[in-house]
């Protein structure tokens, strides 16, 4: 059985691989049929890389997202993540790598409504033992300035709007400084405007270091990021860079 | 046509998860037939006023109840003489007793039935008229009339074959006193209560001019226009008034309420005793059928969160706000009315039951009240129908108020956590607390119940029961008259009667011993407070009380008791000037520790002029009374009841062989000693010692019955409402795991939040049990251990059950996969 390490705690050069993907596949099973909702899969993203996953809706980016960020196994194949087999992880060391090193942005923001917008930022930071209540404090403040939701810290979500919830999600997923933030469909949910300001933020992480992976359907978006793979079927058809200049590290 | 629609699809939804529709309507069948049939129960027995044709409720005036000797108390035959003519609040008012009758002049042919000894006036005052002949007149009462009867139709048809021409015969009373029957009343007729036949009170009773120690019941009806509580008032003026007059005369009759006179329906007057148990099992039932529409509409609403898209999508066409609610109504309004249906199948099975209990319990001495027959009536079925409407509306509005207030764009838009919103999460936590709490309350009660009955069917009365025959002899008056000149002598030749059939017994191979008690070790208990000599307390209530018996010589050992020390009663005692008294060990340990009771002297302590008695024996302890009822004791003092003469005896005979064997030797003695004697309520000791409970453990199979209903809606509603909370936060957990919660973490977060609602619903549900509790415990004595089971084991239940419903529903999302979790719907 692997025994995880943190995959930050070897200093790795900004253009070392961060996930790795080797034949992953991923079935369902429902009564008797099977679907083949990914196959063959393999992808390497490295560290302080902007990618955009796109294709038509059932294609299987949104499972191939949720297997990244480790919400999901795969029925085959390897994936290694910051060097680490992350087949074999037990429960318990997946929970710990999503809490500590990737950061989640889902296209229904996924806020917790009895929670107020700073307590729902530091929800993730209570998972972890290693950090005093003035730590964490400090850290929620510090991803409500970055996303400018501090004024909101009180509020509840169904006080927000749509544009304002994304911002308070983008916060709670960058409030532990993760290694990875993984964003579904970040602005499927909001107007222009708001998803613009959203994926502002999302430039910034990145220009500020940030390993960053999105599926996304809107062309726009998509060529925000550094590269771009398409999925069809399950599989990845294309893989392509735009034109963005590589990340700076901070 | 849309309600056609709505109606179809309601139909369709129930028709479409029969599972679902079966258990809905069962928990609506078993919560409203138990309202049925309990507010039938208690209707009949309780709450229905008393009344006849003119249908004004009739009420019992008579002194406070006597709990320790658990007895309803008469009154001065003068205070409700002169009560009738100085208050215009009572429009017409009677007075009667109580007491047994022998009808027949030989041991073949003597009856003994329960009479009544009325005022002529209660024959009007009831309106009912005779079947044969005529009910009893003025004239009957006065001095050196012709001595008359009426009887009634069951013991018309019984021992006199339903002769048509009984009015005008004479029949010998009380072994020989001719007596006139003059009618028979109708069939079902027993007023005021249980009689069986009707005599005259003397003129004196009904008429008095003096305030002589005769005491009567009464039994009244109001004037138009006046109400119970004005009565009341009146009657407190009245008792004031009467004690300020006479003071000491009446003291004893006086309860802890300070008051003399009291009035109420003469219904309650009857169960006195039993009211704080019915009003107990009223409040269960009623929580259980609380409990019932928790669950349904937990149910419903478990459903409406399942249907939510398709609720939004709706309120996205459009629909009306009232059309949503009906929409929501009908399944409930499905689901009541069928289960409605069934409820009245389920409450008249159990009335038919119940009746035939009633029937059973009172069979020997046919003590039942005349209105102790329940049945579902117009009111009933009211009561049913108020229920139901009252049922669909809160088992329909829970679901309708969910789909009013949900956020339904969020709904459209993913159907996320946030849709849930706040209202609906502490609409869940109140249902877990609402569940908690009733089941609490309800199994609390059922338990506590049913163990002490249990325990005191089974408890150890200090006496040996098997192979032991009991019954109740009575002498024939006539026979054995107590003359002023030969009073003494007089009461020693009853006493001889005993002896002389005790030895006639014994003579015979299939007996062992004879015992002779006022009481037998098991019923009874009456209390009275005593004084040691030397230990006197100053106030009476500071006393230790006893019951008291009295005892032939040589009666231990047939009980299987013993003599522990001292003597047993001898020839001595019988001597005109002995004061002679046994006590049992309790007593001894208890105030003579040196072991020195005997040759010490005790007294009734209400009375300072009181006799005092010389301890010459103690005996080993036994129990008088049911081990349920207050009035019962451990102390016990017995008398010789040689001097006394009494009249009527207990006996316990100890046989070999059958019990049928041991029953005839019993009567053949009695015809050899004296056939004028009357032989009652043979029965065994077992049964003998059920008797006291008998009713008691008659409710508290009602009680099992709600025990095991609570237990079944309570662990069912329990899991469904905590399953239900669960499944609402499948993605919250989703949430959680997504960033970064350990799965113990979660479980422990809900394990938590489930250990708050269980303490809160847990504090609030032992509070009112305790109080509940509280209320019955009045009148009964609850066993230790059914205090332990009840209110440490049922709490205990109760959490493992709620930790239980959260665990295995908690533990199965947490078993998703994150992303399935956060993409359940």
């Known amino acids: 059985m692997t025994t995880h390490t943190d995959i930050n705690e070897k200093e790795s050069p900004m253009n070392a691989s961060l996930v790795k993907l080797s034949n992953i596949k991923k079935v369902f099973y429902t009564d008797d049929v099977e679907t083949h909702a990914l196959n063959e899969i393999n992808l390497e993203i490295k560290k302080g890389e902007f990618l955009s996953i796109t294709g038509p809706s059932g294609c299987g980016k949104s499972t191939l997202l949720s297997l990244l960020g480790l919400l999901d196994t795969s029925t085959g194949g390897k994936y290694e993540l910051a060097g680490h087999d992350a087949v074999e992880l037990n429960r318990d060391e997946r929970a710990r790598i999503r809490n500590k090193e990737i950061g989640f942005v889902f296209q229904a923001f996924n806020l917790i409504s009895d929670m107020s917008v700073a307590e729902n930022v530091e929800l993730p930071l209570t998972y972890r033992s290693d950090l005093s209540k003035a730590d964490r404090k400090k850290m929620v403040d510090d991803a409500l300035e970055k996303v400018d939701m501090l004024h909101r810290a009180n509020h509840f979500p169904s006080q927000l709007s749509g544009g304002q919830q994304q911002r308070v999600a983008v916060a709670r997923a960058i409030s532990g400084k993760p290694s990875l933030i993984l964003a579904d469909e970040p602005t499927g949910n909001l107007d222009s405007k708001n998803a613009q300001s959203v994926m502002s933020l999302l430039d910034d992480l990145h220009e500020q270091g940030a390993t960053i992976c999105m599926v996304t359907h809107d062309p726009k978006s998509a060529a925000r990021a550094q590269r771009t793979i398409e999925v069809f079927d399950g599989k990845i058809v294309a893989d392509r860079s735009t034109d963005k200049a590589p990340a700076i590290a901070v | ?825």
Request: proline fraction near 4%.
């Open chain 2, 1 to 825: 046509m849309s309600l056609s629609i709505d109606i179809k699809y309601a139909a369709r939804l129930l028709s479409k998860k029969p599972g679902f529709t079966a258990l809905t309507v069962s928990i609506v069948a078993v919560g409203l037939g138990l309202t049925l049939y309990t507010f039938s129960l208690l209707n009949g027995l309780l709450f229905k006023p008393l009344s006849f044709a003119d249908n004004k409720p009739i009420y019992a005036i008579e002194s406070p109840y006597d709990h320790t000797h658990l007895a309803r108390r008469e009154i001065m035959a003068i205070d409700i003489y002169n009560l009738k003519k100085d208050t215009s609040l009572i429009a017409d008012i009677g007075v009667y007793q109580e007491g047994t009758t022998f009808v027949g002049g030989t041991n073949d042919g003597l009856r003994k039935y329960n009479s009544s000894y009325v005022s002529a006036n209660m024959f009007g005052f009831t309106g009912v008229q005779a079947l044969h002949g005529r009910g009893l007149l003025p004239e009957d009462h006065l001095e050196g009339a012709e001595q008359v009867i009426v009887l009634g139709y069951d013991m018309w048809q019984s021992y006199f074959n339903g002769d048509p021409d009984i009015v005008g015969t004479i029949v010998p009373i009380d072994g020989s006193e001719p007596t006139r029957v003059v009618g028979v009343m109708p069939q079902g007729f027993a007023f005021p209560s249980i009689a069986e036949i009707w005599q005259p009170l003397p003129n004196s009773v009904v008429n008095p001019t003096t305030r002589e120690r005769s005491f009567v019941f009464a039994f009244a009806k109001l004037a138009d226009g006046v109400s119970l509580s004005q009565a009341r008032l009146a009657l407190d003026a009245k008792s004031k008034e009467i004690e300020a007059d006479v003071g000491d005369d009446i003291t004893w009759l006086i309860g802890p309420s300070g008051k003399y006179l009291t009035i109420e329906p003469m219904k309650k007057a009857n169960i006195t005793q039993y009211y704080g148990m019915f009003i107990a099992l009223l409040v269960v039932v009623f929580l259980i059928l609380v409990l019932a529409c928790i669950n349904v509409g937990n149910l419903l609403l478990a459903r409406v969160n399942e249907r939510i898209k398709e609720v939004a999508i709706r309120v996205a066409l459009g629909v009306p706000k009232q059309r949503l609610i009906l929409q929501m109504l009908w399944e409930s309004i499905f689901i009541c009315l069928l289960g409605g249906f069934l409820a009245v199948l389920l409450a008249g099975w159990g009335l038919e039951i119940t009746n035939q209990v009633f029937d059973n319990t009172y069979e020997v001495d046919n003590l039942k009240p005349f209105w102790w027959h329940v049945s579902l009536d117009s009111q009933a079925l009211l009561v049913l129908a108020l229920t139901i409407v009252g049922m669909i509306l809160v088992t329909g509005l829970m679901p309708a108020w969910r789909a009013l207030t949900g956020d339904f764009n969020a709904v459209l838009r993913d159907g996320t956590r946030g849709a849930l919103g706040k209202k609906a999460a502490k609409t869940t936590k109140v249902l877990v607390i609402s569940e908690i709490l009733l089941s609490c309350v309800v199994l609390i009660m059922a338990t506590v119940l049913l163990v002490s009955s249990y325990n005191a069917g089974n408890a150890d009365y200090g006496i040996e029961t098997e192979n032991r025959l009991t019954a109740q002899l009575q002498l024939a008056p006539s026979n054995y008259p107590i003359r002023p000149d030969t009073e003494h002598e007089d009461r020693l030749a009853r006493s001889k009667f005993y002896y002389d059939l005790k030895a006639e017994l014994e003579s015979r191979d299939n007996i062992i011993d004879v015992a002779y008690m006022s009481q037998l070790p098991g019923t009874g208990g009456g209390t009275s407070y005593f004084v040691i000599e030397g230990q006197e307390k100053e106030v009476i209530e500071e006393n230790p009380f006893s019951n008291n018996e009295g005892a032939a010589t040589d009666s231990w050992d047939a009980l299987g008791m013993q003599i522990i020390q001292g003597r047993d009663f001898d020839y001595r005692d019988a001597n005109q000037d002995a004061r002679s008294i046994i006590v049992n060990e309790s007593i001894s340990k208890d105030f003579f520790p040196n072991g020195d009771a005997i040759g010490k002297r005790v007294r009734r302590a209400n009375r300072d002029d009181a006799e005092w008695y010389t301890i010459v024996g103690v005996v080993s302890d036994t129990y008088h009374g049911s081990t349920m009822e207050f009035s019962s004791a451990a102390y016990n003092t017995y008398h010789s009841m040689d001097n006394a003469g009494m009249f009527r005896t207990m006996t316990a005979i100890h046989y070999t062989g059958s019990e049928a064997q041991a029953r005839q030797s019993l009567f053949d003695a009695v015809n050899t000693v004296d056939p004028d004697v009357g032989i009652f309520h043979v029965q065994s000791y077992d049964a003998l010692i059920a008797k006291p409970i008998l009713l008691i453990a008659a409710v508290s199979k009602i009680f099992l019955i709600c025990g095991v209903v609570a237990a079944f809606l309570a662990a069912s509603g329990i899991y469904a409402v905590a399953a239900n909370s669960v499944q609402q936060r499948t993605q919250e957990i989703g949430i959680r795991r997504a960033l970064g919660s350990p799965d113990k973490g979660i479980i422990r977060l809900f394990m938590g939040q489930a250990t708050w609602q269980l303490l809160v619903g847990l504090s609030i549900g032992l509070a009112m049990s305790i109080w509940l509790i509280s209320i019955m415990s009045s009148t009964m004595i609850f066993s230790q251990l059914s205090y332990i089971i009840g209110l440490a084991g049922m709490p205990l239940l109760i959490a493992a059950m709620v930790l239980i419903a959260t665990f295995i529903p908690t533990k199965k999302v947490v078993k998703m996969e994150p992303s399935n979790a956060l993409h359940h719907n």
